[in-house]
């Protein structure tokens, strides 16, 4: 699948106030930091269209961006940032729970790991809990550029196995750089997959 049209649709801090049209949504959410909003702006070929920054908690609300005009990527803000607040963090932690669990237009969560670390104790209790709620979600490795082939090799072998500790199969794998483009065509082609099983054209779930 190509984007040929990337717009910014508005951001949110309830559910309530997300941009009205009903169309599928497709959400980032990781560690502070974990390269979401570059990874949108790679998937959408423009650079500044989600903003990033080199400090962790830069995303602070929820932000649609519609895509072809048909369905959205919504960037999330980090969980697990220790120099804010916190006050703060539960404010975030509330604006995306409310976001995970109330939007029945998610279609799938994309749910993004440092492909260059070991699964943190708050990523695994994050997945575990999106498992017990039955939140459709996917893995994307990022910053896939930051190691040498071997390396990330190894280390995505070795996450999947630590994941497999706990569940008896994987949910689908991606391994990603926003720098290198790498992982940006088979995220789109599932993406692509999910809305043409799933949904009818005028956006609502036709099935399942
Ligand atoms: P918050 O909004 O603060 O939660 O962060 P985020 O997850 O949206 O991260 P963001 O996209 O802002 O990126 C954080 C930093 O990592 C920035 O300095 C990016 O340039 C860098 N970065 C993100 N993705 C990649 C990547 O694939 N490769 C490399 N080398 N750097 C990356
Ligand atoms: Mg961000």
Redesign the pocket.
């Known amino acids: 699948m190509k984007i040929t049209e990337a717009v910014f649709a508005g951001s949110s801090q309830y559910v309530k106030d997300k941009p009205k049209k009903k169309l599928p949504e497709f959400a980032?959410i990781?560690?502070?930091?974990?390269?979401?909003?570059?990874?949108?702006?790679?998937l959408c070929g423009v650079n500044n269209l989600?903003?990033?920054?080199?400090?962790?908690?830069?995303?602070?609300l929820v932000n649609h961006f519609m895509v072809n005009g048909s369905w959205y990527l919504v960037?999330l803000?980090?969980y697990g940032?220790a120099k804010i607040s916190r006050e703060s963090r539960k404010r975030l932690d509330r604006i995306n729970n409310e976001y995970i669990n109330r939007s029945p237009e998610l279609a799938i969560l994309f749910v993004?790991l440092d492909s260059r670390h070991d699964i943190q104790k708050i990523d695994l209790e994050f997945l575990m809990n999106l498992g017990e709620a039955r939140i459709p979600f996917a893995i994307i490795f990022?910053?896939?550029?930051?190691l040498g082939r071997n390396a990330l090799q190894n280390q995505i072998e070795k996450n999947k196995k630590e994941l497999l500790e706990y569940w008896e199969e994987l949910p689908p794998v991606f391994v990603?750089?926003?720098?290198?483009h790498?992982g940006k065509e088979e995220i789109l082609d599932y993406i692509n997959t999910i809305i043409n099983t799933h949904y009818n054209n005028h956006g609502s779930r036709a099935y399942d």
């Open positions: 980032f990781g560690r502070s930091n974990v390269g979401k909003s570059s990874l949108i702006n790679s989600a903003h990033t920054s080199s400090t962790p908690g830069k995303t602070l960037d803000p980090g940032y993004l990022t910053k896939g550029d930051k990603s750089s926003a720098q290198t790498m």
